[in-house]
């Protein structure tokens, strides 16, 4: 069990080596890192509540040197080490989100537009990594994008080929991340905007591995695409029409407003398809057919007024037998965990908060604060882990966590307390009642214990500090 990157030694590990010109800047992120991870919530007066610590973070991004990508970086190499040091399928899970930094005015012009157009901020495309079992080993890349404004006039072709147009992010950021080691297998998982012919072309001709939710009706190419009674044409025709082969159920993550979390029952169908270049390719993109196969899952007996849940899922990993096609759609249930990875950004460490005048500034804030809602994420995996209840929470928590978290939970102090009973103790601090049905405490709730956590370390803090000052007191007098 690696601790490090929740608690101890959180900032030397993930940002220990940035080099960002002079070794006091790299000092200066580490303590900032760990503070930030003390103290994740809030804006930055909250983050670093002492001024000097604000004033320090506030200098370091002056810094020309320190720019998004060197402080990312360091994060960016340790998730590489550990999906290549990873057995089995390591799932590259891409999405973009919207940052909103509306509030800035006074860097207004150097953000794109957001939203409907009347917000600005910027396009957060993040990759996280993570297994099959939804363990986050950290982000693989992540790109920060403003959106261009397209002059009125502009032609369509001129559209397609611009290289700054949001649909190339898929790309760049598949060709950040590189190439999985020898025997090694690494997959892009994605939703419905990555269904790009330039994307699947890209993946195909590098011998990449994806799986991407289909969004476009694709043209069919050859004759042997038979539906129940026809020859069909298009891919989505033909994916519906396939004979079901397997029944199981699949977790369907909540909607705000629309449907609330549920468990779907779910047809599975599968068969290699020939899709055929479209008439107009955006981008770099010579690929006149591609040879996939297509997974298509869509539930039955969906509950009365909700929309039955449809997956068109298309892959290069060859699907050959229905237990390929229920793998691959494991992999692509794992999608919503980069959701609640931006829900970490935005919730949890409060990302859209920062005040900034400059962009230049302002990303490499961005990019310290997405790796501490990297940690916020993992904090979930602890009790998870399997030797979690033979590893004392000393090894990953500072000793005094453990000493104030086990006083407020049982009313002694427990040093001997485990991580498993460190976790459900920190998740029953945020809220979690620990019912058999309730299962283990989920990244918001112990994100929660967390906060109320730390005041109370402070405050034992403040009270070793008041005894040692006696001490020397009364050293002093006798």
């Given at each position: 069990m690696d601790g490090s990157t929740i608690a101890v030694g959180f900032g030397e590990r993930h940002f220990g080596k940035a080099r960002l010109g002079d070794k006091r800047r790299t000092r200066r992120l580490v303590r900032t890192a760990e503070l930030m991870m003390q103290h994740p919530g809030g804006p930055l007066t909250e983050k670093l509540n002492e001024r000097k610590n604000l004033v320090a973070l506030y200098r370091l991004l002056d810094e020309e040197d320190v720019t998004h990508r060197r402080v990312i970086q360091p994060h960016l190499a340790q998730t590489l080490e550990l999906m290549q040091a990873a057995e089995g399928v390591v799932l590259l899970v891409h999405d973009t989100t919207e940052l909103d930094y509306s509030h800035c005015s006074q860097m207004a012009e150097q953000l794109g537009q957001i939203g409907h157009g009347g917000n600005r901020g910027l396009l957060c495309h993040n990759c996280l990594a993570i297994t099959p079992q939804r363990q986050v080993l950290g982000l693989a890349s992540q790109l920060l994008h403003r959106r261009r404004e397209v002059p009125k006039g502009e032609s369509p072709k001129h559209k397609r080929e611009h290289p700054d147009r949001e649909s190339r992010l898929w790309v760049k950021a598949v060709e950040a991340i590189g190439p999985a080691p020898a025997g090694r297998l690494h997959v892009d998982i994605s939703d419905r905007g990555s269904d790009t012919w330039e994307y699947a072309a890209y993946e195909t001709r590098h011998s990449r591995r994806f799986v991407l939710r289909c969004a476009k009706d694709r043209n069919l190419e050859g004759e042997d695409h038979l539906g129940s009674d026809r020859i069909h044409q298009k891919l989505h025709g033909y994916a519906r029409d396939l004979p079901v082969q397997q029944l199981r159920t699949v977790q369907v993550a909540a909607v705000p407003g629309k449907h609330p979390a549920r468990?779907?029952?779910?047809?599975?169908?599968?068969?290699?398809?020939?899709?055929?270049?479209?008439?107009?390719?955006?981008?770099q993109a010579e690929e006149l057919s591609l040879q996939l196969w297509v997974v298509a899952v869509r539930e039955v007996n969906a509950p009365a007024g909700v929309q039955p849940l449809e997956w068109l899922l298309l892959t290069n990993v060859p699907v050959k037998t229905i237990g390929d096609a229920s793998q691959r759609v494991d992999w692509y249930e794992c999608r919503p965990v980069v959701e609640e990875y931006h829900k970490a950004q935005k919730t949890g460490v409060q990302i859209e908060s920062m005040h900034f005048e400059e962009v230049d500034r302002l990303k490499p804030a961005i990019a310290l604060l997405s790796v501490v809602a990297v940690g916020l994420l993992q904090m979930r995996q602890l009790a998870w882990e399997p030797q979690a209840q033979q590893t004392p929470a000393t090894v990953v928590m500072p000793p005094l966590h453990v000493a104030v978290l086990s006083l407020w939970r049982w009313g002694q102090v427990r040093m001997d307390m485990n991580v498993r009973?460190?976790?459900?103790?920190?998740?029953?601090?945020?809220?979690?009642?620990?019912?058999?049905?309730?299962?283990?405490?989920g990244w918001l709730t112990l994100w929660r214990g967390w906060q109320r956590l730390m005041p109370m370390v402070q405050g034992a803090q403040a009270l070793q500090q008041i005894e040692a000052a006696k001490a020397g007191q009364r050293c002093v007098s006798g």
């Open positions: 468990v779907a029952q779910v047809g599975v169908s599968f068969a290699p398809v020939t899709l055929q270049a479209p008439h107009f390719v955006r981008g009973e460190f976790c459900l103790a920190l998740g029953a601090m945020g809220g979690h009642q620990n019912r058999r049905r309730d299962g283990l405490p």
